[in-house]
């Protein structure tokens, strides 16, 4: 089996978005979503407030890429150009042949069909390009609209974790999706 070995963030392309490769300078424009209260419910309670707290993230979600270990884009719209969000392949293990994925949209895209559009082309990616063999969706159990989009793709639900996580106020039970490529495949 051929290892692969990233160098740099792909640009992955769809009708309507650009995923490219995070960077310290989108802290401005990632603020905003990733400090809003109602997008981060389901991920975290204390989102970061300040833009240096956002440039700390990125820089550690650029550690795990020169590690290996995640893949951090950011999500543009083609009109506007704006950054509608990140989309992240974290837990990254690519002598396993595994990842999880990791979405946060900005409020006003949410419910537009944002990441039907994202997981119709990252899907293949994760499985033809990077050769990934399972790609898991691990939310939080009251996160409806991620639950309804992960069997929308056929990703088949393993389990329930219970009191999992705790996002600093609340313990969370979480639900894991697997998708793995001969199912995909075969889809």
């Known amino acids: 089996m051929e290892k692969i070995l990233l160098t740099e963030i792909p640009i992955v392309e769809t009708g309507n978005y650009i995923l490219r490769g995070m960077d310290l300078i989108d802290a401005s424009s990632l603020l905003p979503v990733m400090s809003h209260k109602e997008t981060m419910k389901y991920i975290t309670p204390h989102p970061v407030k300040t833009k240096e707290e956002m440039e700390k993230k990125i ?29 992240r392949f974290h837990k990254l293990h690519l002598w396993h042949r595994k990842a999880e994925m990791g979405a946060v949209i900005r409020q006003e895209y949410q419910k537009k069909g944002v990441m039907t559009e994202i997981l119709t082309t990252v899907l293949p990616y994760a499985f033809h390009q990077l050769n990934l063999n399972r790609v898991v969706g691990d939310i939080f159990e009251g996160n409806r609209g991620s639950q309804r989009l992960l069997e929308k793709f056929h990703f088949r639900k393993e389990g329930q974790l219970r009191q999992t996580d705790f996002d600093g106020e609340n313990y969370h039970d979480t639900i894991v999706y697997s998708l793995l490529k001969s199912e995909y495949e075969s889809i």
């Not at 890429?65 to 704006?82: A, G, H, L, S, T």
């Open 59 to 87: 820089a550690n979600h650029l550690r795990g890429f020169e590690k290996q270990k995640e893949i951090p884009w950011v999500i543009i719209d083609r009109e506007n150009e704006e950054i509608v969000g990140m989309f």
